[in-house]
């Protein structure tokens, strides 16, 4: 089976040349970074709610922060920067994704005007005696890179809309949950706001 699929793969990449093979490369870092990021994610609790990881430490030592008498003010600052830092540090690897989505394709295109080039010259050298068969096998092969590019680019683009949309909600529920702890009286003081959720993000 292994050989198979190697012996396969090695036809594929003398098919397309080196641009599929720099294609492949790229699904092989792009799935690599798609697994990491699932376990980053994971780790970090990022999703709807905050039940876990850097955000649960963060707002824990705010609420902390704010029984020993620090200022909404100075806590909502300092904890704007830190929230800043981790974000960056949970989304690093998203812009390596984005970087390929829209660099694939274009290798892939580039493979196949190589490849009409080659195609097109091979037909002035044999003159008006060039068999259509061949013609249209070079053709076909110089398509097989476009076909690759997009292979690579569409699931690497919906991996990165997906971790994207994690991550903003996520943003939103931190932030909010954030808003609670320092803010909670707004809810109360308001006759028409339900009960407040206080304790559903930082609690949970």
């Known amino acids: 089976m292994i050989a198979l699929a190697q012996d396969r793969l090695l036809e ?3 098919l397309g040349g080196p641009v599929v093979a720099i294609l492949l490369g790229f699904s092989v870092i792009a799935l690599a970074c798609i697994l990491w990021k ?3 994610f994971a780790v970090e609790g990022v999703g709807p709610r905050v039940t876990r990881g850097f955000a649960r430490s ?3 030592q705010v609420a902390e922060a704010k029984k020993n008498g620090a200022t909404d003010e100075a806590l909502r600052t300092r904890t704007a920067a830190r929230l800043e830092r981790e974000f960056e540090r949970a989304g690093s690897g998203l812009r390596l994704l984005d970087v390929i989505s829209q660099v694939a394709p274009l290798l892939g295109l580039f493979g196949t005007v190589l490849g009409m080039i080659d195609a097109f010259r091979t037909l002035q050298e044999a003159g008006g005696t060039a068999d259509p068969a061949v ?3 070079g053709i076909w092969v110089a398509l097989v890179t476009t076909a690759a ?3 690579v680019a569409m699931p690497t683009s919906m991996a990165l809309s997906w971790f994207d949309g994690k991550l903003e909600r996520f943003d939103h529920a ?3 949950a954030l808003e ?3 803010t909670p009286q707004i809810f109360a003081q308001n006759p028409m706001i339900a009960t407040p959720i206080r304790g559903e993000h930082a609690q949970a």
């Open 174 to 176: 931190v932030r909010d």
């Open 12 to 14: 594929i990449i003398a």
């Open 58 to 60: 963060i707002l824990t």
């Open 38 to 40: 699932i376990v980053v």
């Open 180 to 182: 609670e702890i320092l």
């Open 149 to 151: 590019g997009l292979v």
């Open 135 to 137: 013609l249209a096998g």
